[in-house]
């Protein structure tokens, strides 16, 4: 079993996962009508990246009632990356 990132074992020890809390943390508003954002369910350090159209991203954040995190993410590991950062890379 892989171990959990330093900062997703540190949220753990700080309260009790609540799978009713869903949290959102909007990445970019897009000139195309689309927002790309991260969303969690009861931790809002281990998250998937998500990108919905204006509208959708809406109605998606009212029917999940998300908490909106406006404060940046812990310090990004130097082997951590975004899918949207690899747009157009080829990996060896």
């Not at 079993?1 to 753990?12: G, K, L």
């Not at 790309?36 to 998937?48: K, L």
């Not at 404060?71 to 130097?78: G, L, M, R, S, W």
Request: charged share 35%.
């Amino acid at each position: 079993m892989a171990s959990a990132h330093p900062s997703a074992r540190r949220a753990t020890r700080q309260g009790e996962f609540d799978p009713m809390r869903k949290f959102v943390r909007v990445r970019e508003l897009r000139k195309d009508g689309f927002v790309e954002f991260d969303f969690a369910i009861g931790e809002p350090e281990i998250y998937v990246e998500m990108i919905l159209h204006a509208d959708a991203f809406d109605d998606f954040c009212a029917d999940n009632q998300v908490e909106f995190l406006t404060d940046e993410p812990a310090a990004e590991d130097e082997q951590q990356w975004r899918l949207s950062q690899t747009s157009g890379r080829q990996f060896k």
